[in-house]
């Protein structure tokens, strides 16, 4: 890669305005993880090609590399608009206001990534984790029993199906759903929590019954999930 870079940049003394040759060699710097220069060549690029979707997306890529995120961002929008259906630059988008907890922003982009692909698993299942963050357990529900219809296995699924159902005092459904979750992958982590979450609840409205015995047993449940 050395002598590659020697080589563009002697053509690139010769010729500032090859495009081919900022590109390549933008490519090659984002390659080996130096990102500073790597992005002085994609700015190059832009500046003689400012409709290469490609640079803009590939100089969003940088940009998150480099922690600059609101930049990112704005590059991935540029990319966006010259190719409108490009999912690539969409879930980028996703994954930067994931990490900055722009949850409605988010939501907007998955419905947008379901219009283009309504068989998504992976963002059916992140949209309904993100509806159950933000307390509407209805619209999650529907996004989980969505994952299940396209994979009745999903474990997670089926642990954060399970957990709503419990919350909701239905107990008996609930943890069943968590224990199929646990079947599935003995490994989950929400199969765990959910489990652990809904014995705590049901153990507390044993105590309010009075019924100390069975809530006694409920949060010892709680305490081995």
């Known amino acids: 890669y050395d002598k590659a870079l020697e080589a563009y940049a002697s053509i690139l003394k010769g ?14 710097h984002l390659k080996l993880e130096q990102y500073n220069p790597a992005l002085e060549a994609y700015e ?12 803009w997306f590939e100089k969003g890529s940088v940009l998150v590399n480099l922690g600059r995120l609101d930049e990112a961002l704005l590059a991935f929008d540029k ?14 988008k996703a994954r930067i206001l994931k990490e900055l907890k722009k949850d409605s922003e988010i939501l907007e982009i998955y419905d947008k990534l379901l219009e283009k692909d309504s068989k998504n698993v992976k963002v059916w299942f992140e949209r309904g ?25 999903h474990a997670d699924a089926l642990a954060r199906k399970g957990m709503i159902t419990g919350m909701r005092r239905q107990y008996a459904d609930g943890l069943a759903l968590l224990e199929k979750a646990l ?8 199969a765990w ?28 449940n709680a ?3």
């Open 129 to 153: 984790m993100i509806l159950q963050n933000l307390g509407k357990d209805t619209d999650a529900l529907m996004a989980y029993n969505r994952v299940l219809e396209l994979d009745p296995g």
């Open 15 to 28: 010729g500032p305005d090859n495009l081919k040759a900022w590109y390549d060699k933008a490519s090659i």
């Open 183 to 190: 079947e599935k992958n003995p490994a989950s982590w929400n």
């Open 223 to 225: 305490l081995r999930a």
């Open 79 to 92: 990319a966006l608009e010259i190719e409108p259906d490009n999912i690539k630059p969409l879930s980028e």
């Open 193 to 220: 929590f959910g489990k652990g979450a809904v014995w705590k609840l049901k153990g507390m409205d044993l105590v309010a019954l009075d019924r100390r015995y069975d809530a006694k047993k409920a949060f010892d």
């Open 44 to 55: 190059k690029v832009l500046e003689l090609e400012p409709g290469n979707a490609k640079a």
